[in-house]
């Protein structure tokens, strides 16, 4: 019984220094929504439920409303070759310029808050050629390129920062070839 203090002791120690060793998932300060509208080239993923089908051609396009919200278009192409679509809309968090919210559910359950998905830009290129989305509990990430490739140096570099996050880039869902 004496033990037990100390092999809790040592217990919170190894988690809060696995915590410290982790960098958090900050959105990134400086975003232009209107620079970052457009469409995307899915070059990676964590499996998610609803990207299960998808086998490539994965593209997200965004296009900003009247109503300060973005439009979103996700399309990916399926096993026999057709088309998947599923449409949503976005609205950036007030006071942080990297942090946006998603939904696909239809507009009349807008108002309940489980319906918005966390939707942070995580890494961006300064050009607005490349990103890296995720959201704080690190269950999703998307890489994203104005191009449907990118160079195999550049996503080694984004897998770095990722896993420097915490994320568990083990089932990373690659879904084009590199450069």
């Given at each position: ?56 051609e994965i593209t997200a ?119």
């Amino acid at each position: 019984m004496r033990h037990r203090p100390l092999l809790s002791a040592s217990l919170s120690l190894l988690f809060a220094g696995q915590a410290l060793a982790q960098a958090p998932v900050v959105p990134v300060e400086h975003f232009e929504l209107d620079r970052y509208a457009g469409q995307w080239h899915e070059i990676a993923h964590l499996p998610v439920s609803f990207q299960k089908r998808c086998v490539a051609e994965i593209t997200a396009s965004y296009r900003l409303r009247s109503d300060g919200r973005i439009s979103v278009l996700n399309r990916c192409r399926v096993r026999d070759g057709s088309l998947l679509e599923a449409e949503g809309v976005a609205r950036q968090v007030a006071g942080h310029p990297g942090r946006l919210q998603v939904r696909f559910a239809p507009d009349w359950l807008s108002w309940l808050p489980w319906v918005w998905a966390d939707y942070w830009v995580i890494a961006l290129d300064p050009d607005y050629q490349w990103a890296m989305i995720g959201e704080p509990g690190r269950d999703y990430l998307w890489i994203l390129s104005r191009t449907p490739s990118m160079d195999s140096a550049l996503f080694e570099r984004l897998k770095r920062q990722a896993t420097d996050m915490g994320y568990d880039l083990a089932p990373l869902r690659v879904v084009v070839t590199m450069e």
